[in-house]
């Protein structure tokens, strides 16, 4: 724990099960959630470092987490603390970023969500906007969303509070593909598609290579189904638009073993225990 401080226990929140009231937002209505018992993985008490329990809680990734400490956004028992390897008791020391409790969560949670349309990726949007966790009513735990979806794309999200399997599945280095449904206006050619499997050079770098099938093509528009293993900023949007074609309607369908199925934009789902474990697998993670 940290030393020199006054410890303020933290009282456990009680998880409500049911939704008991509406979000202040104007947000799409949750459909109902599709329940699996969630995953009971005990965290670790002992001692840890700052940044390691920020990465452990979802809230960042470790990288992250040291510029969130060193810009002074986290607190432990009412002090500002900037150096990431300061140690901590998760559960026991009052940790706070942004002057919310991280809290030790009793159980490792992971969620599939069919993002809708003008939903923002976030837990909080400071202009009021729709953001996914209003769609999370029924999760006890706080899960944080792995990567990022932009407000205009629909389609799957995976949300976790498991921070170690979130960075992987989101880190570039590790090549987890990310399946698209692409509608884009025109008639697309096959050189445009060739290009596309190649990889085309963007502002900040070439985007590496991706798998494309054109399922539909049509001179008023044509839809592709386009795979990824890089997750930079609306990528996909931005490789179309290299090739000269502009995207009215983007849906990721797939991302790593996981598909979207006959869930109902707007519900969400736990994952089962084998689909934890072979994102697990496909990150080297026990």
Do not use: C
């Not at 956004?73 to 991280?102: C, F, H, Y």
């Not at 170690?164 to 570039?172: F, N, V, Y």
């Amino acid at each position: 724990m940290v030393k020199n401080s006054n410890r303020n226990k933290v009282r456990p929140r009680k998880r409500s099960l049911r939704s008991s009231g509406k979000s202040s937002r104007k947000s799409p209505q949750p459909s109902s959630r599709i329940s699996s018992p969630p995953q009971t993985t005990p965290y670790p008490s002992e001692s840890l470092r700052l940044n390691r329990i920020l990465s452990l809680a979802g809230a960042a990734s470790r990288r992250k987490a040291d510029e969130l400490i060193q810009a002074g956004r986290v607190t432990v028992n009412g002090k500002i603390v900037r150096e990431p390897g300061t140690r901590a008791v998760w559960g026991e020391d009052s940790i706070m970023l942004d002057g919310q409790d991280v809290r030790k969560p009793s159980e490792r949670v992971y969620l599939l969500l069919n993002k809708p349309f003008g939903v923002v990726t976030s837990l909080r949007d400071p202009e009021k906007r729709p953001v996914v966790s209003d769609l999370l009513k029924g999760v006890g735990e706080r899960v944080y969303p792995v990567g990022r979806l932009d407000f205009d794309t629909m389609g799957l999200l995976i949300l976790t509070n498991d921070g170690d399997l979130a960075h992987r599945l989101a880190h570039p280095r590790y090549r987890v593909p990310r399946t698209y449904k692409v509608t884009v206006e025109g008639a697309i050619s096959d050189e445009s598609l060739e290009s596309l499997r190649k990889g085309v050079v963007l502002e900040d770098g070439f985007s590496g290579p991706s798998k494309v099938t054109a399922i539909q093509r049509g001179a008023g528009k044509s839809m592709i189904r386009m795979t990824i293993t890089r997750g930079k900023s609306r990528m996909v949007r931005r490789m179309l638009e290299a090739t000269g074609h502009n995207v009215v309607h983007l849906l990721r369908t797939g991302f790593g073993s996981l598909g979207l199925g006959d869930l109902k934009v707007g519900a969400y789902r736990f994952l089962e225990p084998d689909e934890v474990e072979e994102l697990k697998r496909a990150v080297g993670l026990p």
